[in-house]
């Protein structure tokens, strides 16, 4: 792994959140992700599976974790498998974890090779009343490939049929929705580097410079950083920034439009989101600045209005409603348009049609628990935007922030946003090439 060796009194704080919620004599179980094929032999690098990450520490394929809180057996409450490491496995695929390594990333002291599992399972299946088992919860979950969990569950009910089987996703969302120091500190990381990557990028885009290459400069500096892109980056200049999901990242920046660089480093397993668009040759038009400082002035008083015990949905809509009013300045909207708006038909969805923001952890679009309100330890993106193809830019700003007993504190504070910094920065970057 390129990050450095993370703490193991997360891992061991995690496992105690959890086992806290498991009723008396219960067990839960999750897998490791699978080795995702390619074509022919190929392969993805192996994903973790953030919930088995965020209670062990845990990064390698095939790993599963078994908590027994109230087992009779002491070494059994709490196990760690792993893939065992024969000299084979070794020359071809690389070093993999020992038992002492792994002991000291999880905190776990029992690890034990995968085939002792069977027997393990046995023995605790047939002692525990209740069995928590992984699924795939997120609400836009869209998994067409069965998983390790799901394999597992399957496995599970044949051999085990008479059992009670619970959720253990509906425990996972609530813990990992609030954020420990530990885990703030870790997103805080994966903040640094995507501004030290923002601020390379402002160093290289002029006019003529394609996508990609702004795309080049992103992963340099992330990876240099020991980060990593923590989701393919949309680097979209012109009118591709019209739409939403553009990754091709392919077109010549040209001059007097704007790029829109939606991008976040990731930093052991943690994400950050961040979002700036920026004017190619170093200057907003008078229009462009018009709409900036619209989706900046939404996207500030919507950092503000953060405040823990409101739900999502509610703050989404007052974001609407200052959205509406933006809209209407800029001539967008007219003030018939304003007065007809409703939750379900707002006025301005024409220009902001997606959400406002979402949560932010160990997935980027981390899981928390539904229709929840905002509570402290929640990170969440804030991300306000207004799409004009017919003028051939967009407008779309996004921070990272952390939700306090005190109020929200913007963790992308420093990362230069305003027009007139923005601006300063990029004319200093061509007056010195
Ligand atoms: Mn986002």
């Known amino acids: 792994m390129r990050h450095k060796t993370l703490q193991s009194k997360l891992f061991i704080e995690n496992r105690a959140k959890l086992t806290s919620l498991l009723p008396k004599n219960s067990m839960a179980i999750l897998n490791a992700n699978d080795v995702l094929p390619t074509n022919a032999d190929g392969s993805i690098k192996v994903i973790p599976n953030t919930d088995l990450f965020y209670l062990s520490g845990i990064e390698q394929e095939e790993s599963i974790l078994l908590l027994y809180p109230d087992a009779y057996e002491p070494k059994h409450r709490e196990v760690l498998f792993l893939r065992e490491p024969t000299e084979q496995l070794q020359i071809w695929e690389g070093t993999k974890l020992t038992q002492d390594r792994a002991t000291e990333i999880s905190g776990i002291s029992n690890v034990k090779w995968l085939k002792d599992f069977p027997l393990t399972l046995r023995d605790c299946m047939l002692s525990a009343d209740e069995v928590f088992l992984n699924t795939n919860e997120h609400r836009r979950a869209a998994a067409i490939v069965e998983s390790r969990d799901d394999r597992f569950v ?122 700036r668009t920026i004017p190619v040759n170093g200057r907003f038009t008078k229009r462009q600045r018009e709409v900036y400082d619209a989706v900046l002035r939404v996207m500030q008083a919507s950092i503000d209005g953060a405040v823990a015990g409101k739900a999502p949905r509610d703050w989404h809509h007052e974001s609407q409603l200052m959205m509406n009013e933006e809209l209407q300045s ?80 913007d963790l992308m504070k420093d990362i230069p946003v305003e027009a007139d910094h923005i601006e300063s920065i990029m004319q200093e970057a061509s007056a010195t090439s």
Not at 172 to 185: N, T
Not at 201 to 221: C, M
Not at 241 to 262: R, S, T
């Open 330 to 409: 800029l001539g967008l909207l007219t003030k018939e348009e304003v007065a007809q708006h409703t939750r379900e038909k707002p006025a301005c969805k024409k220009y902001f049609m997606h959400g406002l923001g979402h949560s932010l952890g160990l997935d980027v679009h981390d899981v928390a628990p539904g229709n929840a309100s905002f509570a402290p330890g929640w990170v969440i993106t804030v991300e306000p935007g207004i799409y004009l193809p017919d003028e051939g830019f967009a407008i779309r700003l996004e921070n990272d922030i952390l939700i306090t007993k005190d109020g929200p504190i």
């Open 154 to 275: 399957r496995e599970c009910k044949r051999d085990f049929p008479l059992h009670t089987y619970r959720r253990l996703a509906l425990l996972l969302h609530q813990l990992r929705a609030v954020k420990s120091d530990l885990e703030i500190e870790l997103i805080q990381q994966a903040v640094e580097i995507t501004h030290k990557g923002f601020n390379r990028l402002l160093q290289y885009l002029k006019p003529g410079v394609t996508e990609f290459e702004l795309e080049a400069e992103l992963i340099h500096e992330y990876t240099k950083n020991r980060g990593a892109f923590a989701y393919t980056p949309i680097i979209a200049s012109g009118k591709n920034a019209c739409g939403l999901h553009y990754i091709d990242n392919d077109q010549v920046c040209q001059d007097g439009d704007l790029v829109l660089i939606d991008t976040g480093s990731n930093y052991g397993n943690y994400n950050s989101d961040m979002t």
